[in-house]
């Protein structure tokens, strides 16, 4: 989501295949809410990086 100054918004959704910009106000209650739960459920860097190694070591084990 990039916020402006003058109080509009402009989200920009990414998929697989494509990506779409929604600039209508109307359509940016559900991205701010859901955005706003971030700083709830994200993981620090360094809880981030023992999850990454965890499953990168499940993996290489797999392949084993």
Known sequence: MLEFARGSANIYVEAHNSGLLLNDPAEEPPFR???????????????SARLI????????????
């Open 33 to 47: 809410a859901t955005t706003s739960r971030f700083g709830e459920v994200v993981l620090s860097p360094e809880e």
């Open 53 to 64: 190694a965890t499953y990168a070591a499940r993996f290489e084990s797999e392949d084993a």
